[in-house]
């Protein structure tokens, strides 16, 4: 006998669905933590005593250039403000500001447009600097600069690598592959070139498996740790937000301890106790943007393929405006998800986003996977070997007739950044 269905709200895009959960095992959130009462004045303070260096304003006293690494619009932070704080340090080292200039970190993500890059940063930081788009794949826009103990090989921006100050800034998050994001990341993958994710994207150093909140140990992390200390990273600014996407904290400071100290603010935040795993996990990346494209929105599946039974069932609600990505065309030529499996672990990384396919073709094999209140067309989804919902009461629906009415579930719905952690296990 089903038990009482529970109303959930799930954000979808820039709005939020509503759905009737039967047998509703937990919403995993994380914890409820006020953001501070002023943004400005808690980057300031922040700056004004940094961990494990000394202030930026000394480091860049003297300097002729100064690069200052930031996000680009599928990793959402407060960019302009960091920027403008950054920069008034830089001011009163004595660099003008026609001697600082941004490098947007894309990875292998698409170029943002003027309009993104306006509503991230304000209209005064865009018509302010000079803005330089990464680009992994143009050998002439990247200087590489040896390779770490383990191999990989540093190639970088060539500007960012010119600067005389380096300064990186981000939002330090759970991520399926580094543990966290922030720090290392804006280097490796940030502004990185093909040659350097070839070796760091690829087995052995990915995880085979999701490692959201996995430092101490990860290759991922510590072989981007070694590149990002290799290119010289003078300063970072990381900040940590809550639910509601405002600002908890800012950690500056050294490359690695001012991002470990993030990083625990961060654990205590976002990582969540679940009494088990679910028949079913109904997941959300966060709403836009990020489920701006499928791509980003596989972070979301990381975290349910922690949290679902194995032969379970995971839907992926995701608007993904920008559709699936370059690893769909991978997807819907695979005659079956094992095929993308082989094909990364012969191949490795590439820019085709084998990686990505790679990861969505894990939680097949384990999982029935479907997406739910998604723009990505039908037919396009079950080419990828997605099922595919119109709405997320069709999916609830169809999961209750496949696992029987007495199907348990679990609702995530800010998937990207939780770590789950099951009680029993």
């Not at 996995?214 to 990273?233: K, Q």
């Not at 300063?235 to 001012?258: H, K, Q, Y």
């Not at 009415?405 to 679990?410: I, N, P, Q, R, V």
């Amino acid at each position: 006998m089903r038990r009482e269905c529970t109303e959930v709200v799930v954000p979808v895009g820039k709005g939020h669905v509503k759905a009737l959960v039967p047998n509703l095992v937990a919403v995993a959130k994380p914890k409820s933590v006020p953001g501070v009462p002023d943004e400005r004045e808690e980057v300031r303070r922040a700056l004004r005593n940094p961990i494990g260096s000394g202030t930026l304003r000394e480091i860049a006293r003297g300097k002729r250039t100064a690069g200052i690494v930031v996000n680009d619009i599928t990793r959402p932070y407060p960019g302009g403000l960091l920027v403008e704080e950054i920069a008034r340090e830089l001011n009163e080292a004595g660099l003008e500001d026609g001697k600082i200039f941004l490098v947007v970190a894309y990875g292998i993500h698409r170029v943002n447009t003027d309009e993104e890059l306006r509503s991230m940063f304000g209209d005064a930081v865009v018509e302010r600097f000079r803005i330089v788009h990464h680009c992994a794949g143009d050998e002439e826009t990247l200087v590489t600069l040896g390779r770490t103990p383990g191999g990989v090989t540093v190639q970088i921006n060539r500007e960012f690598a010119a600067a005389e100050v380096k300064i990186t800034t981000g939002l330090i998050t759970p991520h399926h592959s580094a543990g966290f994001s922030g720090g290392r990341k804006s280097v490796v993958p940030g502004i990185s070139g093909l040659a350097c994710l070839r070796t760091h994207h690829s087995f052995p150093i990915r995880p085979k498996d999701p490692s959201m909140g996995w430092i101490s140990g990860n290759p991922f992390h510590e072989h981007a740790l070694d590149a990002a200390r290799m290119v010289g990273i003078d300063f970072i600014v990381n900040t940590v937000d809550n639910v509601e996407r405002e600002m908890v904290a800012t950690v500056a400071g050294d490359l690695a301890e001012a991002h470990k100290v993030g990083v625990e603010i961060c654990r205590s935040i976002w990582e969540v106790d679940l009494p088990s795993r679910a028949d079913v996990v109904i997941v959300s990346p966060g709403g836009y943007p990020r489920d701006f494209d499928l791509h980003q929105s596989q972070k979301a599946c990381s975290c349910a393929e922690l949290a679902c039974r194995p032969g379970g069932q995971i839907i992926l609600c995701a608007e993904a405006p920008d559709g699936a990505g370059k690893f769909g065309k991978l997807l819907q030529e695979a005659k079956h998800p094992e095929e993308l499996v082989e094909k990364y672990t012969r191949e490795g990384f590439t820019a085709e986003s084998t990686a990505k396919a790679y990861m969505y073709a894990r939680a097949l094999l384990k999982h029935r996977l479907g997406l739910a209140c998604s723009k990505v067309p039908k037919d396009e989804a079950e080419r990828m070997f997605m099922l595919s919902y119109a709405s997320l009461e069709e999916g609830i629906q169809d999961a209750l007739a496949h696992y029987g009415e007495d199907a348990t579930f679990l609702v995530i719905p800010y998937a990207s950044d939780i770590i789950p952690v099951i009680h029993e296990e």
